[in-house]
């Protein structure tokens, strides 16, 4: 057994990520030592509830009180792994004036408060890492700070959300409804009692904010992105995009336009040869593109306790082995660029709307986008009578000149129901 | 525009990869500095062939005498892309005695004589760094080394060969015959004029023993990879494969089982929902299994200038940044496993056999397969007369028992052909 040098962990938290936190150190501490020469042991758990606290706990590792850790000389770093955003912004902020670095895998903090906190983190010379924060267990932080310096990085797409891309999936299997499955998702444990951050796309927002901060070296926070999520996606949408050749994800859209940074959250239609159209499951992935680079792909676990406690464990080793203070250590966003305006993005639609069986509709309907400059791409008339559907599918086009041929479309006499529209990748 | 610490390169070989890396830094040098701190400058460049040294590089960049970057203090990183296992090995060897750090892109170096090298590196305390050595852009070997840490890695499964990936995506699109699309790869510059080291598996495996050093930290060398090719797949196969839900890819496979390494290169079946699967063309894939992990893959260019260029620039930035000893100065491997017997590996396999169109055939096959404790998955009796063919897939089973019925089989009056089999991933 080598000597190894002693870290000392004070861990805020023992909830799922928390408690497997410690037990992933406490297994793999002999291989970590070995690969790494780091000596990792928690010394202090900060853990409010009774109930979270093993029987069999040694004596004196668990605190209620966080002058313990703080206070602590011996204590090297302090893992935040308690979520939300006020008493962890407190807790992360007293550390890092402590003298602490600091871990964590908050991922609403840092989008929303990021800025002070990784300024602060700066000033004291001191680590701030989130490698946990987006995408569980894929190293998708260190992979954009490390690895893509000289990538040239204009385009991030994320599948970051593990329970709306679960019940996508089980919806393209044709399992069930979005109601059923959410249903089911919940019961199994895959979506939350309160599913609305997940549904609704603002937890995959935050995680593209963080994601596009880094990519484009650029602050961008929570309000900062446009989402929308998968409420409205039925199981008859999902069927005429897989007749298609598509698959419906929802999909997070970091772009670089014209030195303007656009981010967004929507569920969008994939051709079923992307890469990230074999996303499944509750599996998160990032595909990146730049000029350089060409285009790579990460995917892996997004949520699970272990998976992500291995990456908040590679954080503290690389914080353990980074004494001197690098570029890791600051914010790595040296610029502020402006946003771009959603409406001018360039996008490709998918459009379903119910029409009157009789000759002349696609004509009508062809010619408002021909006006618009929205070129068709294809389009199906579907079923008969009362049946009747048209599907098209476009090329891309600014939002705005689509959204206004949509605007004009709802005036016809022939389309019977508002159409539906989602974008496609 | 910031102050950065100034890191001068000594470049070695200005081929496809070292045109790149010096066009790269060029063009990218502001951002890597605004990024990182780091001011990255090549002074000299080491080429020996005037044809490949451009008419407008500046005076004195040029050299053909390694003394003078070898000499030069200033230099802090030398940079190998010449390739080849003897110059190679010398001016790495050098360069570490002379106190610079290397970064390499040598894949069949580090598989052969690695040891010496990371040794040596080791004694010297500096860095000797290869992300560019294994898939291109991929940062695979940043992944292994820095977030893997306490991922519980058994199985890495690789696609790292962009020449086979390309003739076998573009055979199962059924666009030719192995000779044909290689004849045409070779045209396009996707094959080498001597593609022998490529379809024949020696490259992948070359990259599969330093996947494998670095996942299970203990040496494999090139000379302890089985590893086969894909010159014998037809496009037969392909076509039976695909029917019955695969695709035909090269795959390396490197596990850590009951404590021992096996490490192979094979061309094998993947079924189409398998990730691995939906790599094509000229990409390369890395898969990775760990009981603490889970599932992670990272995909992306595997070849190219450019992409590996920034490989290689992220390579630097981080020895630039790691000044103090870190665990990433000295070689991962700090055990020595055993190698697992190949013939005691489990495998599931794919069989295609010419046979007789009479009764009792599928009896006599299967009789002799269940003797050896091989079972049968799936099996198709095609064609009539003289077409009659059986295709079948297994269970996973020890590969000695299953080549013992393959050999029984052959002595069967009613097997035709000998018969063809692929393992099945």
């Known amino acids: 057994m080598v000597e190894g040098r002693v870290v000392q962990i004070g861990l805020l938290g023992f909830g799922t990520i928390g408690s497997s936190v410690y037990r992933l150190i406490q297994k793999e501490r002999d291989q970590i030592l070995e690969g790494t020469g780091v000596d990792l042991r928690v010394k202090k758990v ?18 209620t009180d966080f002058a313990e850790i703080v206070d602590d000389p011996s204590i090297d770093v302090v893992v935040e792994v308690i979520g939300g955003t006020d008493a962890a912004f407190d807790f992360i902020d007293v550390a890092l004036r402590s003298g602490k670095n600091v871990v964590t895998a908050n991922k609403q903090l840092l989008a929303s408060r990021g800025e002070a906190l990784f300024t602060l983190a700066k000033d004291e010379r001191r680590h701030l890492r989130f490698e946990a924060a987006v995408a569980g267990a894929i190293p998708i932080i260190k992979v954009m700070r490390e690895s893509m310096i000289a990538a040239g990085l204009h ?7 593990g329970t709306t891309n679960y019940i996508l999936t089980r919806m393209h299997q044709e399992e069930g409804d979005y109601a059923e499955i959410l249903l089911e998702a919940q019961e199994l444990g895959y979506a939350e009692a309160d599913p609305t951050a997940d549904v609704g796309g603002a937890d995959a927002a935050a995680k593209m904010a963080i994601l596009a901060s880094i990519a484009f070296h650029s602050r961008v926070t929570l309000s900062n992105v446009v989402y929308a999520g998968i409420e409205s996606i039925t199981l008859d949408v999902v069927r005429h995009a897989k007749e298609l050749g598509f698959v419906v994800k929802l999909v997070g859209a970091a772009r670089l336009i014209e030195g303007k940074v656009s981010v967004r959250v929507f569920p969008a239609l994939l051709p079923t040869n992307h890469p990230l159209a074999s996303i499944s499951g509750s599996n998160n992935a990032v595909f990146l593109e730049g000029t ?24 503290i080793v690389s914080v353990a082995n980074t004494k001197d203070v690098g570029f890791l250590q600051s914010c790595s966003c040296y610029r502020r660029l402006g946003f771009y305006a959603a409406e ?18 696609l004509a009508q309907i062809a010619s408002i986008f021909g006006a618009q400059g929205v070129s068709i791409a294809n389009m199906i008339q579907e079923g008969r009578g009362d049946e009747a559907e048209l599907v098209l ?20 006499a022939c389309c019977r129901t508002e159409p539906m529209t989602l974008r496609v990748l």
């Open 393 to 412: 599918t476009t090329h891309p086009t600014k939002e705005r000149q689509f959204f206004a041929a949509i605007e004009q479309t709802k005036g016809l």
């Open 344 to 361: 001018e993005v360039e996008s490709a639609f998918f459009i379903k709307v119910s029409v009157a069986d009789e000759a002349g509709v």
């Open 292 to 315: 350089d680079i060409g285009e790579i792909m990460l995917m892996g676990p997004g949520a699970g306790g272990v998976p992500t406690a291995t990456a908040v464990v590679s954080d």
């Open 155 to 161: 385009t991030v797409y994320g599948i970051v959300n």
């Open 46 to 63: 900060l853990e409010i509830a009774p109930s979270r606290i093993p029987t069999d706990a040694p004596t004196g590792l668990f605190t």
